[in-house]
């Protein structure tokens, strides 16, 4: 008696090449991502650690002795960062607790997501462009370090109101009935039951955002400006809305393209790579514990 | 605190259109001196000249090509880079390359062209013979490998968002795996991929810091290795003096690109949503 089997055709000549071919550039394609990757950290650390120094990272650039040194531009990337985050973390939750909790018009929501993503595509050339034109023009900043903030908040706030509004979706719904079941007021619900159990969700979009600006250059350039001296913010305001200040970004851009000082741009670029590191790194892991709740 | 809200909430309805007013506001008056046609199809650009010449059409030429070169380069990497990523890499491995992704997309532009500057322009120089290496070919390569990022994120949602049971249905059927993701998932992402690639597209034209320091930064009609500017370099390297005509003629230009940019992002809106729908 014959025996049954079912007996699978050999895949056809041409469709085991079409499979290899494929496999093969999915493979190349990734290696070749990650390749990149590895190579440009792997060139910029090699060429700009070496060129790190306790002086060089403590020190303003001096004529007089002919040395370079970044403080001034390690303090003016804090200062942007901090007057832009706080201007940008109430404004930008706010909108986002706007949009999910009180906004009942379904075209106003939309209207108002939409010119977030336009927000979110505008190119920083162009941010850069009005904020030189509007606040260091027409309000008479100047290139400034207050300046630049603005510009900035301008461009990160579509990052704080997207990943602010994400994480409130993810509030159960039984969580604010509980609150006002319980007699809170809406604000009060807000207050001490949505936005606690949203907090991941708002310190992501904060780590995002500083990303962006530490990394934001060409918005930068010419509302912040480029100066390279060291400016003292605690002892007058007045420095702060008047004096130009070039961020890491900036001073890399000037140092590599207006004065060839090569190896100072390497070791920026190194920093500026470390500091991406440290900061998707933490984005990661308070992303991960978001999920995991 | 209702209200407070509701300023809150329409605050980047402002912004955008602060944006759009004042950019219009301020780019009209040299279109206007200038002449439309002779602004957006004049082929020179000599600004600081005795007799000064407002003529785009290098740079907006330039700014498509390299646009164009940058995608026709990157999209194929990236959306093979997505599907290994969504389909057919192990999550172990996965869970490798994704941040290496992310990382990417978080590199500072400066560091992109710094690169650029420094490896990728003196390679070209010898490469080709060139007496100098900076030109819209090192342009294309660092835009290519800046949009990477996001058509791979972009194009990896998509494919995950395919339902498992057309790829269980055709495996079924006798396909291999890698028949059943190009010839049925990729085809079910297909409007999420578009999407990514018209991501590509804007973030490649509005790219500015990283391509000033690769391109070379004259104002030629473009040629894949001579010396360029797009419309972003030609806002950032003459603000810093221009004045009078030359100065509102810079803002004429960040104008056009961000008419170009908003084409781009509604195109980007109704794909998304026709993905959602």
Redo the contacts between chains.
């Keep these: 008696m014959e025996e049954k089997k079912i007996v699978m055709q050999p895949?056809s000549g041409r469709?085991r090449a079409?499979?290899r071919v494929?496999?093969f550039?999915?493979?190349?394609?990734?290696g070749?991502?990650?390749a990149?990757?590895v190579f440009?950290?792997g060139?910029?650390f090699v060429?700009g650690l070496p060129h790190i120094t306790w002086d060089f990272l403590s020190t303003a650039p001096s004529y007089i002795n002919d040395t370079i040194g970044i403080l001034p531009n390690i303090t003016n990337t804090i200062y942007i960062v901090v007057v832009t985050l706080i201007i940008i973390l109430?404004?930008?939750?706010?909108?986002a607790?706007?949009?999910t909790?009180?906004?009942r018009n379904k075209k106003l929501v939309a209207?108002?997501e939409?010119?977030?993503?336009?927000?979110t595509?505008?190119?920083?050339?162009?941010?850069?462009?009005?904020g030189?034109?509007?606040f260091c023009e027409l309000l008479g900043l100047q290139a400034s370090l207050l300046a630049g903030s603005l510009t900035l908040v301008?461009a990160t706030?579509?990052t704080i109101?997207r990943t602010t509004q994400e994480s409130l979706k993810t509030v159960p719904e039984s969580y604010r009935e509980a609150s006002l079941g319980l007699g809170a007021g809406?604000?009060h619900m807000i207050r001490t039951v949505v936005l606690p159990s949203s907090i991941d969700g708002i310190v992501t979009g904060c780590i995002l955002a500083v990303?962006r600006i530490?990394?934001?250059?060409?918005a930068l350039?010419?509302t912040a400006g480029m100066g390279m001296s060291m400016n003292s913010f605690f002892s007058s305001f007045g420095n702060f809305i008047h004096s130009s200040g070039a961020s890491l970004?900036?001073a890399?851009?000037v140092y590599?393209?207006e004065r060839a000082e090569?190896d100072v741009?390497?070791a920026i670029?190194a920093i500026?790579?470390l500091l991406?590191?440290v900061?998707?790194l933490s984005a990661?892991l308070v992303g991960r514990k978001l999920k995991r709740k | 605190m209702n209200l407070l809200f509701f300023i809150c909430g329409f605050i980047a309805i402002v912004f955008v259109l602060f944006i759009s007013i004042y950019l219009i506001i301020s780019g009209l008056p040299a279109i206007r001196e200038i002449g439309l046609v002779d602004f957006l199809f004049g082929t020179e650009w000599a600004s600081t000249a005795a007799e000064p010449k407002f003529g785009i059409l290098p740079f907006i030429l330039t700014s498509i090509y390299g646009t164009c070169g940058a995608i026709l380069i990157g999209v194929p990497v990236g959306f093979m880079t997505a599907v290994f990523l969504s389909k057919v890499a192990s999550p172990r491995l996965a869970a490798v390359v994704r941040p290496a992704v992310d990382l990417l997309a978080g590199i500072p532009s400066v560091v992109y062209g710094l690169i650029g500057m420094m490896v990728l322009v003196p390679a070209v120089r010898r490469a080709f013979n060139l007496p100098d290496g900076a030109s819209l070919f090192c342009a294309i390569i660092v835009l290519a490998i800046m949009i990477l990022p996001s058509i791979i994120s972009v194009s990896e949602t998509a494919l995950n968002a395919v339902p498992r049971e057309y790829e269980e249905a055709s495996l079924a059927l006798g396909a291999t795996h890698i028949e059943t993701v190009f010839r049925v998932s990729v085809p079910a992402a297909s409007s999420g991929i578009a999407a990514a690639v018209v991501l590509g597209i804007g973030r490649a034209i509005g790219e500015a810091m990283a391509i000033i320091m690769v391109a070379g930064n004259v104002a030629n009609m473009p040629s894949l290795f001579s010396s360029v500017r797009f419309l972003t370099t030609a806002v950032a390297s003459e603000m810093a003096y221009a004045s009078g005509l030359q100065r509102q003629a810079l803002y004429s230009i960040a104008l056009v690109l961000f008419i170009f940019i908003m084409i781009i992002n509604v195109a980007l809106n109704t794909l998304l949503k026709r993905k959602k729908g």
């Design positions: 895949l469709r079409y499979d494929l496999r550039l999915l493979y190349f394609c990734a070749l991502t990650c990149l990757l440009i950290i060139y910029i060429r109430p404004l930008g939750v706010g909108a607790v706007y949009l909790e009180y906004a209207a108002i939409f010119a977030t993503e336009t927000l595509g505008i190119p920083s050339i162009i941010f850069g462009l009005v030189m034109l509007f301008i706030i579509p109101i809406k604000w990303g530490v990394g934001e250059s060409a350039l010419f970004t900036v890399l851009y590599a393209r090569f741009a390497f670029a500026l790579m991406t590191l900061i998707n990661s």
